[in-house]
């Protein structure tokens, strides 16, 4: 997981919070601000899903919206609907991130938002499985049941990203340093693993 920074709430959003009653959020009416949305919470965070940091591409089918908090629901709040302090990109794999999390609200120890320094929060092992490094036992514990993290899929991408980076660390001189820092995250994504491989080389944080 990585920490992100709050965006300013402005521009569609902000409009569609002043109706009463708030539309619904899936409204055909909405639909053009919902991709302007996407395309601002991704560039906020790295093209990357906010919970298991895998690569998204900017269309619905790959990326979803996800409210941190319920967005009025099952006595949510309607105000927080349209609130982009309480949205994040998420990747659509129904099995771990949002889809699995449903309506449970996320620990404050790993919001997001209001966590410091998230990606020094799990170490992750060769084999691509998370462990926890600096977490409460009920935080991690949400990471890995509720967000389901160390999913098999996921264990399997982390391990692969890994070897990658681990190939480009054995070299050493100056060679191997100009390689690194030509390294994006964009498409490989996972963040959090960049910076620990690399930073045992003594490269600075991505």
Not at 71 to 88: H, I, S, Y
């Amino acid at each position: 997981m990585i920490s992100l920074t709050h965006l300013p709430s402005a521009g569609c959003l902000a409009d569609f919070s002043t109706l009463d009653p708030p539309p619904a959020f899936d409204a055909l009416a909405f639909q053009s601000c919902k991709e302007q949305t996407r395309t601002r919470l991704l560039q906020n965070q790295s093209r990357q899903c906010a919970f298991c940091e895998t690569p998204l591409e900017d269309h619905g089918d790959a990326t979803q919206l996800d409210h941190l908090e319920p967005q009025g629901n099952n006595g949510g709040n309607p105000a927080r609907r349209f609130d982009v302090t309480n949205l994040v990109a998420c990747c659509q794999t129904t099995d771990t991130c949002g889809h699995a999390r449903g309506q449970k609200e996320i620990p404050p120890e790993i919001h997001p938002y209001d966590a410091i320094n998230l990606h020094r929060a799990f170490h992750c092992s060769s084999d691509g499985m998370l462990s926890n490094e600096s977490l409460s036992q009920e935080a991690f514990g949400f990471a890995e049941g509720t967000l389901n993290l160390n999913s098999a899929g996921l264990k399997t991408q982390r391990s692969t990203i890994i070897t990658k980076l681990q190939q480009y660390t054995v070299a050493a001189g100056t060679n191997a340093r100009r390689r690194i820092t030509q390294l994006s995250t964009e498409k490989t994504g996972f963040i959090s693993l960049h910076f620990q491989t690399l930073g045992r080389f003594g490269f600075p944080e991505p």
